[in-house]
Every structure is written in C-alpha cells, then in structure tokens.
C-alpha cells in the first residue's frame, strides 16, 4: 500500500470560533474511497458560522479497482490494502478526537459483483460502515465540495473529478444542479484497458483516445454553456497542477484555485507519452499513481479539447468535502 504524506494546509488552521460555536461544533473524519486513492479528511463542522475547517488531510493509494473493470471482482489482496487504510485512518480520527467517521466508496464498489463481502469485511475489521454512492451521489457530492468555502463563486460553473474507475462532469450554481453526467472513463480503467506498459505504444495510445472521444460524445454537449467557468478536482488534477507548476512536492495552500492551461495540460501529456513509470516517479509523482497519470492527463486534455477550455481552475476539494457539508446541514437542521 502507497500512502502518501500527510497533508495540513496552513491557512486553515486557525479556527476563531466564538464561544457559541464552540458548544455547537462537530469533529468529523470524512473518507473518499476512490478505484486508485482513498482520502481522508477530519474536519471541525461550525454549523454556527456554516464553516468547514479542516483539520487534517491523508492520502493513500490503495487500487481497490484494480483489475475490476475486467473480472468486476475486488480481490483479497485489494481488500486487504483498503482494511489496513481504514484502520490507518480510524486511529487517526480517535487521535484527533473526531466524533464520528463517514465512509463513501464510488466506482470500484459500484462496479464490483462483490462489493458486499467487501463491505461486510470492512465493517468487522475496523467498524467502519462504507456507503456505495451511486454516480450522480457522487457527481452531486463532489459538485458541492468543490468550491465550499470559496468567495466570489461563478453563477454558472462545471465541475470534473477524474476518478480511476470514472469521470464525473457537473454544472449548475451553488444552489442547484443543472446537468450532470458520471462515465467510464477513468485513469485505472482505461489503463489497464489499453496499455500494455509505459510508455504506451502509438497504436494504444491512439486507442485510448478514440475510447474516450467515444465516451464523451455525445455527453459533453450540454457543458458547453458550463466551459468558461470549470473546476478541477481530485488526484489527477493536483498531480497536474503540480507537475506543471513545477513545485517540489503537493501543497494544497498554492494548488487549491491555481490556474491550470489547456497548453500546459499538452505539453505535459507530449512529455509524459514518452517516459517510462520509473521515469515518472522521478518527477515528484507517487508511486501507485505514476502508472495511470499519462492516461489521466490524456482524460483531461481531450475533456478540455472537445469543449474548447482555455484554461480551469483546481481544487484541492471534492467529494470528501461534499460529505462534510452534507453532516454540516444535519447539524444545522438540528439546531
């Protein structure tokens, strides 16, 4: 299991809760259980001043999709890696005093025949109930967590999480959404589908991009209104944004909003095509993602192609997010 370092954005952590939030406050763990990556984020919830304020953020690539897009079927081995992470993570959040933990898996689990088992597993090994979200639960979720906490959001604007086992596109405003879409087009997905080794031969490499010319066909039509305003999320994003921008390692404080150009998307995936995994992780991408970020990066560029994007904007947030807004309004309704 790849586990990735701990992540604590610095301007976050300064929490001047009044003494009415404070009685009124909830520390919660949230965890994203993607097809590559699980996240985890524990959060004080202010429902007072209707804040999140993370408190800290864990990654950990786990593959639990491994080989599923094929054989539908999460191996022992996979589980194993997921178990140990939510073990990892629930003595995390009994460290940091968190109140609860909410679990979410997304493609992986919605794919596989097996994923009760895995669940049942998983709630006997750790107590850690998992939800299997559906795609537009996931779209929705993750549509919301995006911007949470942002000043000065678009009245329209679209969303996209490129996942490992699917792609989620949304548009709409903060209020309501107003098209959305969840596809098959994920970077362990079409990996294993069509390359054989990296770097990928001509010929896979053409196949992998007629596959999701194919897929996105079609279905991006109703985002061209969306195209001005566009936020990035999730693992294939930062990784991006942080092979472009050049920074020696992750760091959310300067990814989370930065401008990320169609151009540079090209001329990163130009050089990615010709480099072999060993070589990948030698610019600064870990270990468990370094196999599927030249497909990634090949989702992203032909999304921004076909629609026209000049450039979106990233974020560090999504679905995890989405969780801890959705206790929030629990809390507020409470009240």
């Known amino acids: 299991m790849n586990q990735e370092r701990e992540e604590t954005p610095k301007?976050?952590?300064?929490?001047?809760?009044?003494a009415e939030s404070y009685l009124a406050y909830k520390r919660a763990s949230f965890i994203d259980i993607g097809t590559n990556t699980a996240l985890l984020l524990i959060a004080d919830l202010d429902p007072v001043n209707n804040r999140i304020v993370p408190v800290l953020h864990r990654q950990t690539i786990v593959r639990l999709g491994?080989?599923?897009d094929e054989q539908k079927i999460i191996d022992h081995t996979a589980m194993q890696r997921l178990i140990q992470c939510m073990l990892d993570f629930k003595?995390?959040?009994k460290e940091h005093k968190a109140q609860s933990i909410v679990a979410a898996g997304t493609s992986a689990l919605r794919d596989a025949k097996n994923r009760m088992e895995i669940i049942d597993e998983v709630v006997m090994a750790s107590g850690i109930v998992i939800k299997t979200l559906s795609g537009e639960e996931e779209a929705a979720m993750t549509f919301s967590g995006a911007v949470a906490g942002m000043e000065d959001i678009p009245e329209l604007f679209t969303v996209i999480d490129i996942g490992g086992g699917s792609t989620e596109i949304s548009m709409g405003d903060f209020s309501h959404i107003e098209h959305s879409i969840s596809l098959d087009v994920g970077s362990v997905r079409l990996t294993e589908r069509f390359f054989t080794g990296l770097p990928p031969s001509e010929e896979e490499f053409l196949a992998a991009k007629e596959e999701i010319n194919r897929m996105f066909t079609g279905n991006l039509e109703p985002f061209f209104t969306g195209r001005e305003q566009v936020f990035g999320v999730a693992g294939t994003l930062t990784t991006i944004a942080t092979l472009v921008s050049e920074l020696e390692a992750f760091d959310p404080v300067k990814l989370h909003?930065?401008?990320l150009r169609y151009d540079?998307?090209?001329q990163l995936l130009e050089e990615l095509q010709s480099l072999t995994v060993d070589q990948?992780?030698?610019?600064?991408v870990a270990e468990g993602r370094a196999d599927v970020i030249t497909m990634g990066t090949l989702i992203l560029h032909q999304f921004m192609r076909?629609?026209?994007i000049t450039?979106?904007?990233?974020?560090v947030q999504g679905l995890r997010y989405g969780l801890a807004l959705k206790e929030l309004q629990k809390l507020q309704t409470a009240e």
Do not use: C, H, M, T
């Open 91 to 93: 003595d995390l959040s």
């Open 11 to 18: 301007s976050f952590a300064d929490k001047d809760f009044s």
């Open 66 to 68: 491994k080989n599923v």
């Open 257 to 259: 909003n930065y401008p």
């Open 311 to 315: 450039e979106l904007r990233v974020s």
């Open 306 to 308: 076909l629609l026209g």
């Open 264 to 266: 540079q998307v090209k």
């Open 280 to 284: 990948i992780i030698g610019k600064g």
